[in-house]
């Protein structure tokens, strides 16, 4: 990665005290490279950034997106943005379209302008797997998507849109990065909205049966915090102008079923505790708005971005739960 190319330059993580946007500010930070953080916690941890406010090239700003005049504020001064505040959640989406849209879209837009009007020099953002909707194909690849199954897909769909016509329109140049069911250090297990991964490893380290949607046959491409920061980190410093303005999906390119997930979280925590080996796997009811499979294609991203990702589901997993066993 040219992370070095960020030398004496300003990033600006919104969502930075998040799960990935943590991740982010702290490979930046370590390597000595000036960091400000926008975050209102929501659903961001005070604890996730407490490392870093020590550091000179750290700042937080407590703000919200969806106030344009904290946007502009977050933006005074920044040469690149990476844009991670947003609601997710596709059940949250359900239960609360208004919030999420508020968030999600205009929080978003008030995020372009101020990076417009700021003259940013890039501004990466995150999109999502969720606006393949009900393209059922298999891989995921970037030109081709259904309709969207949830009003957070409608969001994040509409980031790309409005990335676009922001380039288009006024020059601002933003790639898109569609996560796909992202994993790792700090993300909260806690909540009714908590990821798949984490919610697995709190009940088995409970001592309570993993809960499984369905039968368990639902697949994801299950992707490593550490695969995606390397792709922010490539997003923000390519100079192949050939990559600028355009999606990319951000995956391991595997997918793995949910109850191979959960043997896999029994097999590896119970190098812990050995009690866990004998816990029962349950299931109820698959969810409304869930697709039953994503797998994504990363050739767009190896060829234009030079991705490389490094660590695959058991790889991942074992770092994950080695932080999560201490941490928990």
């Known amino acids: 990665m040219n992370i070095e190319l960020l030398k004496n330059k300003t990033v600006l993580v919104t969502g930075g005290a998040g799960f990935i946007g943590s991740n982010l500010c702290e490979t930046l930070l370590s390597n000595n490279i000036k960091t400000i953080c926008l975050d209102n916690f929501a659903t961001g941890k005070r604890k996730n950034i407490i490392p870093f406010t020590e550091d000179k090239n750290f700042k937080l700003i407590e703000g919200d997106i969806r106030n344009l005049n904290d946007c502009q504020n977050a933006c005074d001064g920044i040469d690149y943005i990476l844009h991670q505040a947003a609601l997710g959640s596709v059940p949250r989406s359900i239960n609360d379209p208004i919030t999420t849209n508020d968030v999600n879209v205009s929080g978003f837009l008030n995020m372009l302008v101020a990076a417009r009007d700021a003259k940013v020099k890039r501004f990466v953002y995150a999109a999502s797997s969720s606006t393949y ?11 081709t998507i259904g309709k969207p199954l949830s009003p957070y897909a409608i969001t994040k769909y509409v980031n790309e849109l409005y990335a676009d016509i922001f380039n288009k329109t006024y020059g601002l140049d933003t790639i898109g990065l569609r996560y796909f069911n992202v994993f790792g250090k700090r993300q909260d297990p806690n ?17 309570e049966s993993p809960i499984i949607n369905g039968d368990g046959s639902y697949s994801r491409d299950f992707t490593y915090i550490d695969n995606v920061v390397q792709m922010n980190i490539r997003a923000l410093t390519t100079k192949n102008e050939l990559a600028l303005n355009t999606i990319y999906n951000v995956a391991y390119g595997e997918r793995t079923t949910l109850l191979e997930l959960a043997v896999l979280l029994k097999t590896y925590l119970s190098e812990f505790d050995s009690a866990i080996k004998n816990l029962e796997i349950k299931h109820r009811d698959n969810r409304i708005g869930d697709i039953p499979h994503s797998l994504a294609s990363i050739n767009k991203a190896k060829k234009l971005l030079n991705y490389q990702p490094q660590f695959d589901i058991s790889s991942g997993l074992k770092e994950a739960v080695s932080w999560y066993y201490k941490n928990i």
């Open 133 to 143: 909707g009900d393209h059922e194909a298999l891989p995921k690849v970037e030109g």
């Open 191 to 207: 909540g009714a909205y908590a990821a798949v991964i984490p919610k697995f490893v709190q009940q088995l380290m409970n001592h």
